[in-house]
């Protein structure tokens, strides 16, 4: 189903088009059209990466039952220019204000079939029913939905996620799920900024700073990655995977007394002393 490609694992077009649940000859006239461009192409073999996916899932909202695709065309393309480059479709949130269809992009609203920009930093756009409101059972409800679908759907869930996020910057276990979900997707900096985010919000987890010290190892900052697992330690002295990985950094960087020590420390917690 997937594929090691240069910027992670990638999509097939009949394994993209069962998660967006639209044909795969639908996708291949989108690509046809160039309204998508797939990450990887070998005649009409294409690979796609996650950004994709999330591209597509953007275009088949805007473009919903509308037949007429130049519209949309033009509409993706200006949201794909108003958007910083260093940013992905992750954050971007669909809504429709009575017909018409508008992006957020955190206090910024995009009108995106004429382009125009709307600030909405003290929360005043109200314009038709832009968003449902929702408590704290809907809160719980939502996250539960993105929990349960993550394995078969992660598009949707990471969507879930995110919007939970934006309505509760401080949820701790959903800052932590959509990290597990980013890393599982290969972006690993968007995975990063929610574990750093979900420290901030629990700065005493020593959950949170073993996951950050397996994700800077992946990362190949071992510098980083020691520091999170000696503030794990601190949080937790008996976590027993924290003083491993230690052991394993000292030792691939020559510090074996340091290795060592953290080797004697498994000793005692395992034998129990």
């Known amino acids: 189903m997937l594929a090691a490609g240069g910027g992670g694992e990638t999509f097939s077009t009949r394994t993209a088009a069962r998660i967006l649940a639209v ?31 999330l591209e597509m899932r953007l275009a088949k909202e805007l473009l919903g039952s509308r037949q007429h ?7 993706l393309e200006r949201v794909r220019e108003l958007v910083a480059p260093e940013r992905t479709f992750t954050s971007l949130k669909l809504v429709n204000d009575e017909g018409r269809i508008v992006v957020r992009d955190g206090p910024v609203l995009i009108e995106v079939q004429t382009g125009q920009l709307i600030f909405d930093f003290d929360g005043g756009y109200r ?21 349960r679908i993550a394995e078969d759907d992660p598009l949707r869930a990471l969507t ?18 959509l990290a597990i979900l980013l890393e599982r997707e290969n972006d690993l900096d968007g995975a990063l900024r ?15 700073h073993f996951k950050l010290g397996l994700l800077y190892r992946k990362k190949d900052e ?25 052991a394993e950094l000292y030792d691939s960087m020559g510090r074996k007394r340091d290795a060592n020590r953290h080797l004697s420390a498994i000793h005692r917690l395992i034998k129990g002393d």
């Open 23 to 53: 044909t795969p000859e639908r996708i291949r006239y989108w690509v046809k059209r160039n309204l998508i461009r797939p990450s990887q192409s070998d005649g009409r073999n294409y690979r796609f990466a996650f950004s994709d996916l």
């Open 69 to 75: 695709i130049d519209p949309m065309q033009r509409s």
């Open 127 to 147: 314009r038709g029913k832009v968003e449902d409101r929702f408590g704290p059972a809907r809160v719980r409800e939502r996250f539960e939905e993105a929990r």
């Open 160 to 177: 879930l996620y995110s919007e939970l996020i934006s309505r509760e910057p401080g949820n701790f276990e959903a800052h932590m799920r």
């Open 194 to 208: 929610h574990l750093l985010g979900a420290a901030v919000i629990v700065p005493a987890s020593a959950e949170v």
């Open 222 to 246: 071992n510098q980083h990655a020691l520091l999170s697992f000696q503030r794990a330690l601190e949080c937790d002295p008996a976590l027993v995977e924290a003083h491993r990985n230690l």
